[in-house]
């Protein structure tokens, strides 16, 4: 974690004046990553709801399938562009929005937990062995 916070701590530094620059750019690389992330959180959450899966599945599938592992494509553009890269910025200005975004999908995971059925006990529904 210490390793990826110095990562953008370094690439601001060679970026922080595009970004104070360029406040459209930013938005049109954060609000459709935004827009994907409810998106797919949304259809794998409410595909497991629709499964009746319990909501210890449901929650971390769809959390999962709404991540886009920002922090792999930073190291990723920084190895094959360079810190000073636009592919990098973009790949920052990712990882800004998505913890955010991310954290709102937690809550409202936990907020839903009582939507999905309780997970059964171990060996419910089997007969008695005797």
């Given at each position: 974690?210490?390793?990826?916070?110095?990562?953008?701590?370094?690439?601001?530094?060679?970026?922080?004046?595009?970004?104070?620059?360029?406040?459209?750019?930013?938005?049109?690389?954060?609000?459709?990553?935004?827009?994907?992330?409810?998106?797919?959180?949304?259809?794998?959450?409410?595909?497991?709801?629709?499964?009746?899966?319990?909501?210890?599945?449901?929650?971390?599938?769809?959390?999962?399938?709404?991540?886009?592992?920002?922090?792999?494509?930073?190291?990723?553009?920084?190895?094959?562009?360079?810190?000073?890269?636009p592919?990098?910025?973009a790949?920052?200005?990712?990882?800004?929005?998505?913890?955010?975004?991310?954290?709102?999908?937690?809550?409202?995971?936990?907020?839903?937990?009582?939507?999905?059925p309780?997970?059964?006990?171990?060996?419910?529904?089997?007969?008695?062995?005797?």
């Open positions: 974690m210490a390793g990826l916070l110095l990562t953008l701590v370094i690439i601001f530094s060679f970026q922080g004046r595009v970004i104070l620059e360029s406040p459209l750019h930013m938005a049109l690389i954060a609000v459709p990553l935004v827009l994907q992330t409810y998106l797919i959180f949304a259809v794998a959450y409410l595909a497991c709801k629709a499964l009746k899966l319990p909501h210890d599945i449901a929650a971390p599938a769809a959390m999962i399938g709404a991540s886009n592992f920002f922090e792999l494509a930073v190291a990723v553009a920084i190895a094959l562009f360079g810190p000073q890269s592919v990098v910025l790949t920052v200005v990712g990882v800004l929005v998505e913890v955010p975004v991310m954290l709102t999908l937690v809550g409202t995971a936990n907020r839903t937990a009582g939507w999905f309780p997970r059964e006990a171990p060996g419910a529904g089997r007969p008695p062995a005797g």
